[in-house]
């Protein structure tokens, strides 16, 4: 039986396995895998990854390193990576393989008490909360408020997503994050609203 494909290893929601592959541990392989991985995915999805890989090949160790996507990309082109998780697709290098592992949806974060208002009086009316520019996720976000023509009382910018759901949660603004990264232990403070068609987001890739 085939071993299961990187692209059910790095699977943003993977709990089980396909019929079909063989999940026994592989003790055959090991060494050191060095995986970059973008700051986003370190306390969502990573730890998932890193239980599958465990789960199959108990003797590899992994080291891990944060950053954004261009710097991941370039260091796995130079050997310095054996691969990386990131979403940048200007990443041009011909030497690399791009392959998209899952997809993230963009949507409007608000405190559960807006969660019944119309999605332009919220933008219009809330203070906004925009996620830095210079990461991957904060370029996608402005280019939605640009190309939609949406006006925003900007509040404050982060570079954290786990810091602005913390902050629509205490009702210091509205914010729009991937919506796979609202933070679990918020979903009772917290509410998502869909952006207007067409769907925004952007996609994950393993390189």
């Avoid at 710097?71 to 796995?76: A, D, I, P, S």
């Avoid at 982060?158 to 609202?182: F, Q, R, T």
Wanted: proline fraction near 7%; include cysteine.
């Amino acid at each position: 039986m085939p071993r299961p494909p990187l692209t059910i290893l790095f699977a943003e929601n993977s709990d089980g396995w396909p019929a079909g592959l063989d999940t026994r541990a592989d003790t055959a392989v090991f060494g050191s895998l060095r995986l970059g991985v973008i700051p986003s995915v370190t306390t969502t999805v990573l730890p998932k990854v890193l239980v599958r890989i465990r789960k199959l090949y108990p003797q590899l160790r992994i080291r891990i390193e944060d950053g954004l996507s261009q710097e991941l990309g370039f260091k796995v082109s130079q050997g310095r990576l054996d691969a990386a998780i990131v979403t940048d697709p200007s990443i041009k290098d011909p030497t690399l393989t791009w392959r998209v592992i899952w997809w993230e949806t963009l949507k409007l974060i608000v405190h559960r008490d807006l969660r019944n208002r119309p999605f332009d009086e919220i933008l219009a009316r809330q203070p906004f909360i925009r996620f830095n520019a210079a990461m991957g996720v904060g370029r996608i976000i402005d280019g939605v408020l640009k190309s939609r023509s949406y006006v925003v009382d900007d509040a404050m910018e982060l570079d954290s997503i786990e810091a602005i759901c913390w902050m629509v949660a205490l009702k210091l603004g509205v914010a729009i994050i991937p919506e796979n990264l609202v933070l679990a232990k918020l979903r009772s403070k917290v509410s998502t609203i869909a952006l207007p068609a067409p769907r925004t987001g952007r996609g994950v890739a393993l390189v």
